[in-house]
């Protein structure tokens, strides 16, 4: 094997070892820092300093390799090593983005669920669950809502609680919480009539 193709595999190996450490590490952190304290465990506040600095010396290690490995391709012209490293360190970031934006969206797309009308319209009630959010698609696929009247709008999806968002619109229901990696707001279907028919129906976030 040529000198680069080792340096390549051999660093990228080194890259991706180091990474995976480095990232137990920093989800083990509390745990470890307990046992070096003596203590069964801690909270994030209760770290001293010097735990504190040591975990900044922690997270410095890749920057540390990265710049020996760039003083010695500066050095020796041997490039290979510091990309290889620098490499194993963005696809493992990748990675995790990917895990953190991906596994919600799957989890979304695998839990959808068929429209059931009469389903739906138990949400309407205190109490709900949330589980609305799992057919809305569904119900925008299958079934015309602009158009319709009010008396089939009710008859499809009940009268919603009154709520003091989106005052806008004259039918607004709750579907649950927001999907997507971040989950912070709900997500609504608000509705629009205009002489007794819908005019618009939306999905949107609060």
Not at 126 to 141: F, I
Not at 186 to 197: A, D, F, H, M
Request: neutral net charge; aromatic residues 14%.
């Amino acid at each position: 094997m040529s000198t680069r193709k080792t340096d390549f595999v051999r660093f990228g190996l080194f890259g991706a070892v180091t990474f995976a450490l480095l990232f137990w590490l920093e989800v083990r952190w509390l745990d470890l820092a307990a046992w070096l304290m003596g203590r069964d465990s801690i909270i994030f506040d209760e770290q001293p300093d010097w735990i504190r600095v040591l975990n900044s010396f922690v997270q410095a290690v890749p920057w540390a390799i990265g710049a020996a490995l760039l003083v010695f391709a500066l050095r020796r012209r041997r490039w290979v090593p510091l990309f290889a490293f620098a490499g194993a360190q963005v696809l493992g970031i990748g990675l995790l983005l990917g895990l953190v934006i991906g596994t919600p969206a799957v989890d979304d797309y695998a839990s959808r669920t068929r429209f059931d009308s009469a389903r739906w319209k138990a949400e309407n009630r205190d109490g709900a669950e949330g589980v609305r959010v799992r057919v809305v698609d569904d119900l925008l696929r299958t079934h015309k809502l602009v158009g319709m009247s009010r008396a089939q709008l009710e008859d499809l999806l009940g009268v919603p609680p009154a709520t003091a968002y989106f005052r806008g619109y004259d039918y607004v229901y709750w579907l649950g919480r927001e999907r997507g990696p971040f989950s912070i707001d709900s997500e609504w279907l608000v509705i629009k009539c205009g002489q007794g028919v819908v005019v618009s129906a939306q999905v949107v976030t609060d």
